[in-house]
């Protein structure tokens, strides 16, 4: 019979945290109680004015396609907030809205990428990034980042790993699945080291101490990621953004409009609602957040997790379970299925969270007691 599927297509690696999310709808629809710590999307509503502003965009017709670059007065006003908030000039023209963040990453890694070219992420890192450049056959090379240093990128590090055929470095900060911020001087040197940067900001907005930073503070030979699902609430809106340099716009724009045509008209007005009068909203969020991160960190501790430094930012901890198992992946599933708590293995990171379990603190303080003492009850169980 004849092979309709491409290699490709067969041998892309699940996203495991969706496989979690998926058997523990399953349990759900049987009756069971699952506290979900795996899932990396806000739980809270999103916020009213953004509400309002779709709604109003949706009665005023605007149902339409829309410039395939995006609104202007959207792109105009991401580039009024990346001068707020980091005082770095971006014409509205080197600004690409697409319908999501994973969109905007397609549209980078295939303008950039020729079959072997090579792209350095972080491991662990965001497992769709060597998921997603290995698809387009390309080469996600990973440097290790480890517990004992935060988990930060080291230039050196990357540096021994750039080759003829490097074509760019990914850096996340903060980080998924760490929640550490990169330092600004490390920022600095990575963006000195010669291939292109590409800057996964998504996270910004959700930070509890010290201050994220945007590569575009320290190079212009850089890419930016971003979007409005997490510090905004707005996953299911399927809004984010890319900021190129400007001989990159008409390729990735020629890209766009092959494969998605444009982002929703009545969507992207909800994002200047949401740039311009949704900060109260957010900043409750944020300090909410704050507590929930506080508390789970002593918890998990207390449980007997290692936690090194603390992370500071986005709404995660990637806890060392080495105490408890040596498969991340087998152990991840033994709590779904006998203490009915989702959490992330760490392998879905990369090799070198192996051994780690990545909670998520994106839902309610009561929740998150909950499913840290089912856990703890499951753990007692064990040792017994």
């Known amino acids: 019979m004849k092979e309709w599927l491409t290699d490709r297509a067969k041998e892309i690696p699940s996203f495991i945290v969706m496989d979690v999310i998926d058997r523990a709808l399953e349990l759900e629809k049987a009756g069971e109680d699952v506290v979900m710590l795996a899932v990396g ?34 792109r105009e006003a991401i580039a009024e907030d990346y001068w707020k908030r980091y005082k770095v000039q971006v014409a509205p023209g080197q600004i690409i809205v697409t319908p ?13 990428l020729n079959s072997g070219e090579e792209v350095i992420v972080s491991d662990p890192g965001y497992a769709c990034y060597p998921n997603m450049i290995d698809y387009l056959q390309g080469k996600a090379v990973s440097v290790p980042v480890y517990e004992r240093d935060g988990f930060q990128l ?9 080759s003829s ?22 920022m600095q040197r990575i963006a000195e080291l010669g291939p292109l940067v590409i800057s996964d900001e998504i996270y910004h907005g959700l930070v509890y101490e010290g201050k994220e930073h945007s590569i575009l503070e320290f190079s212009d030979k850089a890419i930016v990621l971003n979007g409005f699902s997490k510090r905004y609430a707005m996953t299911g809106f399927r ?39 949704a900060e109260p909203e957010v900043e409750k969020m944020r300090e ?25 930012g986005a709404f995660y ?52 007691k909950d499913g840290l003492e089912r856990i703890s009850e499951f753990l007692k169980a064990k040792e017994g």
């Not at 779904?336 to 379990?357: C, H, R, S």
């Open 41 to 74: 999307e806000p739980d809270f509503p999103t916020p009213a004015c953004i509400i309002r502003s779709a709604e109003k965009a949706l009665e005023q017709g605007r149902t339409k396609y829309t410039h395939s670059l995006g609104i202007p007065e959207l």
């Open 100 to 112: 999501g963040t994973s969109p905007a990453m397609f549209l980078v890694f295939s303008a950039i």
């Open 154 to 162: 080291e230039p050196e590090a990357i540096e021994e790993r750039i």
């Open 165 to 186: 055929r490097t074509k760019a470095i990914v850096i996340n900060s903060p980080s998924n699945p760490t929640g550490q911020l990169l330092e600004p001087a490390r």
């Open 239 to 277: 809004i984010g953004f890319c900021i190129v340099p400007k001989n990159f716009v008409r390729p990735l724009q020629k890209i766009a409009q092959n494969f998605f045509i444009s982002t929703a008209d009545f969507v992207q007005w909800a994002g200047i609602s949401a740039l311009k009068d």
């Open 288 to 312: 909410i957040f704050n507590q929930r991160r506080k508390f789970m960190v002593q918890a998990l501790k207390r449980l007997g997790f290692g936690i090194t430094k603390e992370p500071t």
């Open 317 to 368: 901890v990637l806890a060392n379970a080495k105490n408890f198992c040596d498969d991340s992946y087998k152990f991840a599933f033994e709590l779904l299925e006998q203490a009915k708590v989702g959490v992330t293995p760490g392998i879905d990171f990369g090799k070198n969270a192996e051994g780690y379990i990545r909670f998520s603190y994106a839902v309610e303080i009561e929740r998150i």
